[in-house]
């Protein structure tokens, strides 16, 4: 089994939940609340600054031309294409760079950014790989499967731009090139170095559903619709 598929069978439950989420549920059917969507966005733009420094420290960490040239890649998806994504919900939404950087980063949020660049920090570029992968590839697999359960999702008005944007052939095509070097890269491990690489893809997934969540509350503040 290659490495890849331990670390999605390890998480296939969590993974299953995404969808479940209403959060996620409020985006496939159209019915999220404006209010909750704006706080996600602006902490998920938040949580992609702390990302793309984890990707850039890949970089650093990097041992081939190749593993420099995917997290390059990377940090140029996530700052010309998904912020960009992020940059035109808040401008629908006024939101103003002042706001987002007067804006603290939900415990979560804090929590799961400083995780990954722990791990980016100490640990090698398999391992950054398998922090940064339950993020970069579950927005696929979520947007896949609203798209699945509700063809129309993806010309919805409001949330139609965030469907596509996770569908995109080129958003999916880095997610290949993630998955194929994460396990090049570990062909040879042990199998006590696929364990703590499954901690660490798990930790990740628990932080992402945990976001979701934190999408939904609010932060725990009262939302328009509860």
Not at 55 to 79: M, N, Q, R
Not at 93 to 104: G, I, K, L, N, Q
Not at 106 to 124: I, K, P, Q
Not at 189 to 216: N, P
Request: proline content about 3%.
């Amino acid at each position: 089994m290659k490495t890849t598929e331990r670390l999605l069978e390890a998480t296939r439950d969590i993974w299953t939940a995404y969808n479940e989420h209403p959060f996620v549920l409020g985006i496939q059917n159209g019915t999220l609340s404006h209010d909750r969507f704006r706080y996600y966005i602006i902490q998920d733009f938040l949580y992609l600054e702390e990302y793309a420094k984890v990707c850039a420290l890949g970089i650093a960490k990097a041992k081939s031309p190749e593993t420099i040239d995917l997290f390059s890649k990377y940090v140029a998806l996530l700052t010309e294409g998904e912020m960009g994504i992020h940059r035109g919900y808040m401008g629908r939404f006024a939101v103003s760079r002042e706001e987002v950087e007067a804006t603290p980063r939900a415990l979560d949020n804090l929590s799961y950014t400083s995780y990954m660049l722990r791990v980016a920090y100490e640990e090698g570029e398999a391992e950054i790989l398998a922090a940064i992968l339950s993020c970069a590839y579950s927005y696929e697999v979520i947007a896949r499967k609203i798209a699945e359960r509700n063809p129309s999702a993806a010309e919805h008005p409001f949330y139609g731009d965030w469907i596509r944007g996770y569908i995109d052939p080129n958003y999916s095509e880095a997610n290949v090139l993630l998955l194929e070097m994460t396990d090049r890269l570990t062909r040879h491990y042990t199998e006590e170095q696929i364990k703590h690489l499954v901690d660490i893809f798990v930790a990740c997934s628990r932080y992402e559903l945990a976001f979701w969540q934190m999408g939904w509350t609010m932060g725990g503040q009262a939302a328009d619709g509860v």
